[in-house]
């Protein structure tokens, strides 16, 4: 298989994720801005998860510019990263509609730890499949941000019982880490350093 049909797969299932998100907002029944602001937690829940959605988009990108091949554990472990993403919308609603309540904060934590190990474990497969001196392996490096997201998610799922409010906060913090430009990817295509 080419790596262009999955990639192409991949964008249109985040394609539909993001739409389903956004049908799950619904317009308030008044033409007040009280009104509206009464919706501040599905706003803010769907403005979070889009830009997970957002940040998983970009680095899928960024990382098949420097995959050569596919097999089908790649496939695979591509699907269970789309298991995962597929649950956002789920998991956004139902923490926006209980205005960011601890079970569905710790739950969304879940979705999000799930994804960010199935990315890992894609990546981890594709580096099995090539050559140790490959772009690919060059540009992945040592993945700091990834092992840190990780541990991140952890650490609010478990204070979110207690302090949903703090885990929302890392939430925050790893979409930040995400947000600054991860120059990796193109640095190895332009033949720069390694970082």
Do not use: C
Not at 50 to 64: D, K
Not at 84 to 112: D, Q
Not at 133 to 147: E, N
Not at 171 to 195: C, Q, T
């Amino acid at each position: 298989m080419k790596k262009s049909r999955l990639e192409a797969f991949s964008d249109g299932v985040l394609a539909i994720i993001i739409t389903i998100m956004v049908l799950e907002l619904h317009v308030p029944h008044e033409p007040t801005l009280a009104a509206l602001w009464q919706l501040w937690p599905v706003l803010l829940s769907y403005l979070m998860s889009y830009v997970f959605i957002g940040i998983y988009w970009n680095n899928h990108h960024h990382l098949w510019q420097v995959v050569e091949h596919v097999n089908g554990p790649v496939l695979w472990a591509n699907l269970h990263l789309l298991l995962w993403l597929s649950l956002v919308p789920f998991v956004t609603a139902w923490m926006g509609e209980n205005h960011f309540a601890a079970a569905p904060v710790a739950v969304y934590g879940v979705v999000l730890l799930g994804a960010a190990i199935a990315y890992y474990i894609m990546t981890r497969v594709l580096l099995a499949d090539h050559a140790r001196d490959s772009l690919l392996a060059r540009a992945l490096g040592s993945d700091f941000k990834g092992r840190i997201s990780v541990v991140i998610y952890a650490a609010a799922i478990a204070v979110a019982f207690k302090l949903p409010w703090l885990s929302g906060l890392l939430y925050g913090v790893v979409s930040v880490i995400w947000l600054v430009p991860d120059r990796r990817f193109e640095k190895v295509l332009a033949g720069g350093p390694r970082r």
